[in-house]
């Protein structure tokens, strides 16, 4: 009888873990709203990145992250555990000096793919709300350093099913965690806390100045 019981319990554990593995390997699926969501703001950039004034172009890639960038969740996300302890005041001088700062990196960044139109090649649902949508070159030119780079684009769904980009970046490399690793690093090397987040504040806007 022991063994019987032995057997049983066995059977359940291999059983539940079969059960585990099925669940942690459901396929992730393609999501063609965010797949059309993306390559909307993709067409509307198209003729901004082939913008030769300079002026002309960063208005305008400045117009679309303001439209379509939630700023304010990606403000957060870089601020780690930290967000929990900015001051009222802090947050009012810090929000709108980091979407003046993530602007220019959105601009300096697109600006590397210049005359050129990117397309949506596919998507992974990796929640419900959110997604990641990859892209590329659609026509490179021979021996472009960026024929082969797949482009992503994290997007946002909320409890309304509006849409926003979270992040972007290129072969895996995010802008969002790149800037969370060197935002959280300044802070704590400056004693943490009020302290820490007035020097990132300092940090920003001396970055925004030099443009």
């Known amino acids: 009888m022991r063994h019987a019981n032995s057997r049983r319990s066995l059977l359940k554990r291999a059983a539940g873990a079969i ?3 099925a669940v942690t390997l459901q396929p992730a699926y393609a999501d063609e709203a965010a797949e059309a969501f993306v390559q909307g703001i993709l067409d509307q950039a198209e003729p901004i990145l082939s913008e030769p004034n300079s002026d002309s172009f960063y208005s305008g890639i400045e ?6 960038v939630d700023m304010r969740r990606i403000g957060l996300f870089v601020l780690g555990q930290y ?18 700062y993530a602007t220019l990196i959105y601009r300096n960044t697109l600006s590397d793919y210049g005359g050129q139109r990117i397309v949506v090649t596919g998507s992974i649902d990796r ?7 990859n892209s590329k070159l659609a026509n490179p030119e021979p021996g472009d350093a960026f024929a082969n780079a797949v482009i992503h684009w ?6 309304d099913g509006n849409m926003s980009v979270v992040d972007a970046g290129a072969d895996n490399v995010w802008l969002a965690i790149e800037q969370r ?4 690093s300044l802070i704590a090397n400056n004693g943490g806390g009020e302290a820490g987040i007035n020097a990132l ?7 925004v100045d030099q443009g």
């Open 19 to 21: 059960a585990l593995a």
């Open 181 to 184: 690793s060197q935002f959280t």
């Open 201 to 207: 504040i300092a940090e920003i806007r001396k970055r």
């Open 63 to 68: 117009n679309l992250v303001t439209q379509y």
């Open 83 to 100: 967000a929990r302890q900015m001051t009222d005041a802090q947050k009012e001088e810090y929000f709108p000096l980091f979407q003046q």
């Open 154 to 159: 994290r997007v946002y769904r909320d409890r």
């Open 127 to 133: 929640s419900e709300r959110d997604i990641i949508v």
